[in-house]
């Protein structure tokens, strides 16, 4: 099943006003029904190349000190599980010393090595799982007085010891814009990061005290130096580094000048729809992958689905949307 990025669909029911009562977590836990997923130093426990559901009693190390337990969600269709299987997040501490208990076939992976590989319920418990394993991580201390924190509400809140001041998972925004300019042709631009043929949108972090929509204008100013006459909101999606929500923009400008800044965008370059898709083909240009909101962006200037090599297409789908034959 796939879900396209911007989707108000789920494959979880995380019972966020369940989970708070006392005792819920407490009683999934005794229950042999629940399945685990095990996070360390930022790497989901994978079994067989898929994300892990472990039966809890494949696990000797599920009682470990310092192991933090969250409550995630029931799972519903699309996980290869019975429906409403109640899936815990057990994060283990940073020095979680001998990991030999590891079950044979299993081991820890990042999301961007296997993201490709997820399905889409992988790819929500994942980044749940993630973000919030992310926000334990660095709160075992009060960001207020430097106190101990003790985690409660299934995971989900921590509360200060000492001033008993409380502190829930934190998101940060960013913004992410596919730029559409002169002739409806779309500019993607290359990272120092990337290889040198792979382009995608343009993305940044919003500022304390900023919308969405000036971060966009801003940030495409930075790296780009395009300056965007208006923009439409797409849609949204997680991302897991650290704990971000990518906001989904389409940005319009008359102007076709562009300069990247060499500091975070080697290059640009515009592309036309017939011309995005045959360098995609013949492996000049690599887009982002598919269940990302930039993919998503790109396929909808593009109107459709943008074909990769190894896919299995009709050549009738090889003609751009829009295309005059
Ligand atoms: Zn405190």
């Known amino acids: 099943m796939t879900i396209p990025s911007p989707s108000p669909e789920t494959l979880l029911d995380r019972q966020c006003e369940q989970r708070s009562e006392p005792g819920y977590l407490e009683a999934v836990l005794k229950s042999a029904a629940r399945r685990v997923v095990v996070f360390h130093r930022g790497k989901a426990l994978m079994n067989a190349g898929r994300l892990g559901y472990f ?5 000797p190390a599920e009682t470990l000190a310092g192991t ?10 699309g996980h290869g599980l019975p429906n409403g299987t109640d899936l815990v997040l057990q994060v283990l501490p940073y020095d979680a010393g001998d990991l030999a208990w590891v079950p044979t076939g299993a081991d820890f992976a990042g999301y961007r090595d296997v993201a490709s590989t997820l399905n889409a319920g992988e ?8 973000a919030v394993a992310n926000w334990h991580a660095t709160h075992a201390s009060c ?23 409380e502190h829930f998972p ?10 559409v300019g002169p002739d409806d042709k779309i500019l993607l631009a290359n990272n120092f990061a990337w290889e040198p043929n792979k382009y995608s949108t343009v993305a940044g972090f919003v500022e304390a005290g900023e919308s969405g929509e000036r971060a966009a ?6 790296e780009v130096g395009v300056v965007l006459d208006s923009l439409s909101y797409v849609g949204s999606q997680a991302w897991p580094f650290p704990r971000s ?13 562009s300069t990247p800044d060499n500091v975070e965008v080697r290059a640009t370059r515009w592309f036309s729809r017939e011309e995005l898709q045959a360098e995609v083909l013949n492996g000049n240009a ?3 992958g598919r269940l990302s909101i930039a993919r998503e962006l790109v396929e909808r200037w593009y109107g459709g689905r943008i074909n990769e090599p190894g896919d299995v297409v009709d050549a009738a789908e090889l003609v751009a949307p829009g295309a005059t034959l």
């Not at 933090?68 to 269709?77: G, P, S």
């Open 123 to 130: 790819v929500e418990v994942f980044i749940e799982a993630q």
């Open 286 to 288: 690599g887009i982002p």
């Open 55 to 59: 039966d809890p009693a494949a696990l």
């Open 245 to 257: 929500l990518m906001l989904g923009f389409m940005g319009y400008t008359k102007s076709s000048a």
């Open 68 to 77: 933090t337990h969250v409550y995630l969600a029931k799972a519903l269709a």
């Open 143 to 165: 960001p207020r007085c430097g106190g101990p924190t003790e985690s409660l509400c299934a995971g989900w809140m921590r509360r200060c010891d000492k001033d008993g001041s």
């Open 217 to 222: 204008v801003r940030e495409i100013a930075e």
């Open 170 to 179: 934190r998101t940060d925004p960013a913004v992410i814009v596919a730029i």
